[in-house]
């Protein structure tokens, strides 16, 4: 497994909408794209206009042939309201999480 950590940006007046465009946008990848397990969201307590998603992937491979054919296209709306800061790709060594 592997959890990809996407650093976002967004302005207050965006806030919302960003929210909700990701909540349709990961869970139609997670039903439409192999390997894609998901993801959840966090928002800085200390700087709301700083977001992070964490995607869970079975495999590296899984996620690079995901963005090689285009299917990352259904991320372009979270673009248009928020700036993608960085993006991290992280093994997963264990997850005690319930």
Known sequence: MIRIIYSWKVAPEHAERFI???K???NRI???VKGARGSF???SAEDTTLIKTIARWDALEDWKKFWQQDKHSQMESM???????SV????E???FTK
């Not at 991290?88 to 093994?91: A, S, T």
Request: aromatic fraction near 8%.
């Open 20 to 22: 909700e465009t990701w």
């Open 24 to 26: 349709n946008t990961t």
């Open 30 to 32: 997670h039903q439409e």
């Open 41 to 43: 969201m966090l928002r």
């Open 79 to 85: 673009h248009d309201l928020g700036e993608r800061i």
């Open 88 to 91: 991290e790709v992280f093994e």
């Open 93 to 95: 060594i264990d997850d």
